[in-house]
């Protein structure tokens, strides 16, 4: 299959280098013509530090939608870039692909619906896995991964059948979803955990206050989202639902999982790192927002936001929080 994967960021290094070791034919479609040149030259180099395993796979790369060939404009496209770049490289591909299927791996609720606009066929393709770049060529991940693919806004195709194919041959765990809109909120509310994981100093990842934070940022989502009327539910309930998710952070602490070990960071983590866009601040705003059109109110959403936005402003960088001064606060 020729597959244009639209980004070169963790997320679309890991699932491009996945599908081109698979036999696809990929080429990466980035902004920066040294990324690009990198990609062409070297390769993409994937890396599993839980198992050890890594490897290269061969690529292409271009750095602008009119250098993309005609052989790879019709589709899929999937699109890795930050939410907040969706509208406008949605824009720049579409006089060049615009009959493209797209698919949308990216984080938040909006993608598909500002893809919609430019493209006939368009594929919800949450992806359920922290994926770290270290290089402009290089990514990490822990595991084979899950991606949920659904046709925006219900149904399916062959299109999302072919996608389907192709994931699960390059080692994907595959879930097809009727309404994929349910899982992007279930994905969002989980995302909401990357904050805390971000902020919040190493040591106090094996604290009580440190899952109890994570914990209480889903209770609230939960409550909120149910006086929306809105689901938040795994397709194939291969999923934890909200509940599920509470639980178990509650009881990571006692199975000695409540702190990552190995060297995978989120995308809070970078951002804050390198001083990028934050992202999570986005999903937070919208559980608040919900809270307040029904009358409730989500406190712990509400501080991690406030902390968050204030680490950032001050540069203080990742891991410069203690869990007691949020939880007591």
Not at 56 to 77: C, N, T
Not at 248 to 257: F, V
Not at 287 to 308: F, K, Q, S, T
Request: hydrophobic share 45%; proline share 5%.
């Amino acid at each position: 299959m020729k597959i244009t994967v639209y980004g070169a960021g963790a997320v679309g290094l890991v699932v491009g280098a996945r599908l081109a070791r698979a036999g696809d034919d990929v080429v990466f479609l980035v902004r920066n013509p040294g990324v690009a040149e990198r990609i062409e030259t070297c390769g993409v180099h994937f890396e599993d530090p839980a198992s050890g395993v890594a490897w290269s796979a061969r690529a292409r790369a271009v750095a602008s939608v009119a250098e993309l060939s005609e052989e790879f404009r019709a589709g899929p496209i999937l699109f890795c870039m930050r939410a907040s770049e969706t509208a406008s490289a949605a824009r720049a591909l579409a006089p060049v692909a615009p009959r493209a299927c797209v698919a949308s791996f990216q984080n938040d609720l909006d993608n598909e619906s500002i893809l919609a606009e430019h493209f006939p066929v368009v594929i919800g393709a949450p992806l359920r896995q922290t994926c770290t770049r270290s290089a402009s060529n290089e990514a990490r991940a822990i595991g084979a991964g899950r991606v949920v693919l659904g046709r925006h806004p219900s149904g399916g195709g062959p299109e999302l059948e072919a996608l389907s194919r192709r994931l699960r041959a390059a080692g994907y765990e595959v879930g097809i979803s009727e309404r994929v809109a349910e899982d992007r909120w279930l994905k969002l509310c989980v995302n909401l955990m990357s904050t805390p994981n971000a902020l919040i100093r190493r040591p106090d990842h094996v604290t009580r206050a440190f899952v109890e934070i994570k914990a209480r940022l889903l209770e609230e989502a939960r409550d909120v989202l149910a006086a929306a009327g809105i689901a938040a539910r795994s397709c194939d309930a291969r999923d934890r639902s909200l509940e599920q998710e509470i639980e178990w952070q509650r009881a990571s602490l006692a199975r000695g999982e409540s702190a990552r070990p190995l060297p995978i960071y989120n995308q809070v983590w970078a951002a804050l790192r390198h001083g990028g866009p934050l992202e999570a601040d986005t999903y937070h705003r919208r559980i608040l927002d919900l809270a307040a059109r029904a009358g409730l109110v989500a406190p712990m959403n509400a501080r991690v936001l406030e902390v968050l936005l204030r680490q950032a402003e001050c540069r203080a960088g990742p891991e410069s929080v203690a869990a007691s001064e949020i939880l007591e606060s």
